[in-house]
């Protein structure tokens, strides 16, 4: 779905959403209260100028809107893979953000993700996956990287992989197995308003991705492992 039509469907046509190249910002009205919009477009590689964009965005909302709710709009390849951002320190600045949503958080503002297109790699992590809940249309794309690119990292043969993406969603890309593992709360179809009022006030403030996964049968060893790892003396 276009950013434009999601945006009017969410908000109207006189959303004010804005875009600046591959960053999408504005502020909005929902239910009569404030709501910042923060996102990116057109599978937009995420890089040192881009990473640092949307963090001033969020460091302006909890400093002239404190408690303001904040809406992550996400379409991205990825990280930028280009040398330049390598040297300017791609890794610190996509901490940065990822630190600034955390913050965000702490000080009450409810950061909920939305991947509307496609959400891939160090992209989706530094953004929608600290939010206190991410969301994905049922069309949307996610995945940390293909099968092809699995099987060079991990040396398995691909016929392998594919073998076991069938009854294993680590191991597969695509919407649904996010959500099977907890990293996608749930998808918003039909009525997207009503979708994101439910989100605003019933998404969890703790994490509960561990033990969703192990509900839905996705991840069926990550919530014991981390209690057990709590319940260490």
């Known amino acids: 779905m276009a950013w434009q039509t999601l945006a009017s469907q969410l908000f109207g046509t006189d ?3 804005q875009r600046d190249g591959d960053v999408l910002r504005g502020e909005v009205e929902f239910d009569g209260e404030p709501l910042t919009v923060i996102g990116t477009t057109d599978h937009a590689p995420i890089g040192v100028q881009l990473a640092l964009a949307q963090a001033r965005a969020v460091l ?7 408690g303001r709710a904040i809406l992550l709009l996400i379409d991205t390849q990825g990280q930028q893979l280009r040398r330049r951002d390598e040297l300017l ?3 610190r600045a996509m901490a940065h953000l990822g630190m600034t949503l955390d913050l965000a958080r702490r000080r009450g503002h409810r950061v ?3 991947v509307y297109d496609q959400a891939l790699s160090g992209g989706f992590i530094t953004s929608g996956l600290i ?3 991410c969301y994905a249309l049922p069309e949307a794309e996610i995945r940390v990287m293909r099968i092809p690119a699995m099987a060079r990292v991990t040396k398995l043969p691909e016929a ?6 069938q009854s294993n969603p680590v191991f597969a890309p695509g919407v649904g197995n996010y959500v099977a593992m907890g990293g996608v709360r749930g998808l918003w179809q ?6 994101l009022r439910d989100a605003l006030a019933n998404a969890p403030v703790q994490d509960e991705r561990a ?3 192990q509900q839905r049968g996705g991840r069926r060893m990550a919530a014991p492992v981390v209690q057990r790892v709590l319940d260490a003396p």
């Open 160 to 165: 392998r992989l594919a073998e076991l993406s």
């Open 190 to 195: 039909g009525d997207l308003p009503a979708a």
């Open 131 to 133: 939010a206190d809940a």
């Open 112 to 114: 909920i993700g939305l």
């Open 211 to 213: 033990a969703d996964g």
């Open 60 to 66: 302006d909302t909890m400093t002239q809107h404190p």
């Open 89 to 91: 320190g791609i890794n």
């Open 15 to 17: 959303h004010g959403i």
